[in-house]
């Protein structure tokens, strides 16, 4: 095995931890790449056939996150071994596997193995709150430890993820984070929004076409001035709620 990069795409933080996590499994040293950082995502990265890559993404409507631009064009592969990670909100991961396993397939790369982990939810603290925590993140790194002694005995395999062509239709949520009174133009927000939806002039507005609902600008924000409102955001928010907190998922993993 040479050199482990983790690749992520994580505006809140949730697939990077376990990205990591499954890197850490996988080698002690290992370089990171964040995708969610639109110059580090514009950069060319180059793999060769005797490299590892982790790569990662939350789940958006059980699809991978769609950008403005395309996610994965920097990095080039050449036959590179590829572990994929999915991270999603006690839902479903539905069709973003394998649509992230097509991504990576025309950068060339292949499935090594894959694996659907669980963190809180974009919308809802009370939806898997909390999550990854100190177990979800300790079997990450059991996962990476265990696909590397796969690997390792079983030599180059490529492995099959669940998932439906045509994926799933991609639905946007009818709302927008947005910037209140005590916004105090810092542009934080401009500067961590991955989808490049909010102008470093203009903070308080949302661009409502480019924005993917990551809520990275509510986060990020340090007067607390970005926020998601409105009735509609409500009623989505107790729906969600009422069916996802009746159990917490588990971590589904793909080994070769």
Not at 110 to 133: L, M
Not at 196 to 216: F, S, V
Not at 236 to 243: G, I, P, Q, S, T
């Amino acid at each position: 095995m040479g050199n482990v990069t983790a690749i992520y795409f994580s505006p809140t933080g949730g697939t990077k931890q376990y990205v990591c996590a499954v890197a850490r499994g996988l080698a002690e040293k290992f370089e990171e790449i964040d995708l969610a950082n639109r110059e580090a995502r514009g950069q060319e990265h180059e793999f060769s056939a005797e490299d590892l890559v982790v790569v990662g993404v939350p789940v958006y409507y059980g699809r991978v996150p769609q950008l403005p631009d395309e996610m994965l064009r920097g990095l080039h592969g050449n036959h590179t071994p590829a572990v994929l990670v999915a991270v999603y909100g006690n839902r479903e991961f539905d069709d973003a596997l394998l649509e992230l396993s097509d991504l990576c397939e025309k950068q060339g790369f292949y499935c090594a193995g894959a694996g659907a982990f669980i963190a809180q939810h974009t919308f809802s603290e009370k939806i898997a709150g909390g999550r990854p925590d100190a177990e979800d993140l300790k079997l990450a790194k059991k996962f990476g430890r265990g696909l590397k002694l796969a690997m390792a005995k079983k030599g180059e395999r490529k492995v099959s993820v669940p998932g439906n062509r045509p994926y799933r239709t991609f639905e946007v949520a009818p709302f927008t984070p947005k910037g209140s009174k005590k916004c105090t133009g810092c542009g934080v927000c401009a500067r961590e929004c991955p989808a490049g939806a909010i102008a470093q002039e203009k903070p308080r507005e949302t661009d409502a076409a480019k924005c993917i609902r990551c809520l990275a600008c509510v986060k990020a924000c340090p007067a607390q001035a970005r926020k998601v409102g409105g009735p509609i955001y409500g009623v989505v928010a107790r729906k969600l709620e009422k069916e996802l907190t009746k159990t917490e998922k588990e971590a589904r993993l793909f080994l070769p």
